[in-house]
């Protein structure tokens, strides 16, 4: 199975600790990779607004303040044409917040945090 480049990660969560665990992972992977961050689902659409180039993948936590990761979601859906992946990354593993994060179609992955770079190489594989 090929490989996409991914060129370009935001990863959205409101943790600190959660953004540096998940830089060290997509740095192992390929150092290369711009890295985005946004700490809630509005800071992440105002990124987005302005990007000149549209990340490869969204790492979205589900559990913030402000705009959750599942705000996020209906928000990014409703802009028409959502040209990222997203997948979800969260320290939840409810069936439920899964299952409502899969309905979207372009939720790829639902990860129980932490990330590693194994991980990458399979939202890759799916680009």
């Given at each position: 199975?090929?490989v996409r480049k991914i060129s370009v990660v935001l990863i959205v969560d409101d943790n600190e600790s959660d953004h540096v665990i998940s830089r060290v992972a997509i740095e192992q992977y390929d150092p290369g990779?711009?890295?985005?961050?946004?700490?809630?689902?509005?800071?992440?659409?105002?990124?987005?607004?302005?990007?000149?180039?549209?990340?490869?993948?969204?790492?979205?936590?589900?559990?913030?303040?402000?705009?959750?990761?599942?705000?996020?979601?209906?928000?990014?859906?409703?802009?028409?044409?959502?040209?990222?992946?997203?997948?979800?990354?969260?320290?939840?593993?409810?069936?439920?917040?899964?299952?409502?994060?899969?309905?979207?179609?372009?939720?790829?992955?639902?990860?129980?945090?932490?990330?590693?770079?194994?991980?990458?190489?399979?939202?890759?594989?799916?680009?």
């Amino acid at each position: 199975m090929s490989v996409r480049k991914i060129s370009v990660v935001l990863i959205v969560d409101d943790n600190e600790s959660d953004h540096v665990i998940s830089r060290v992972a997509i740095e192992q992977y390929d150092p290369g990779i711009e890295i985005l961050q946004a700490y809630d689902g509005e800071e992440a659409l105002k990124i987005l607004a302005s990007a000149d180039t549209q990340p490869d993948i969204i790492f979205l936590d589900i559990n913030m303040p402000g705009m959750d990761g599942h705000e996020f979601l209906q928000e990014y859906a409703r802009e028409g044409n959502p040209s990222s992946v997203v997948a979800m990354l969260t320290t939840s593993d409810q069936e439920a917040d899964k299952e409502k994060c899969l309905t979207y179609p372009f939720v790829k992955e639902y990860i129980v945090k932490p990330l590693d770079s194994d991980e990458l190489l399979s939202i890759a594989q799916k680009l």
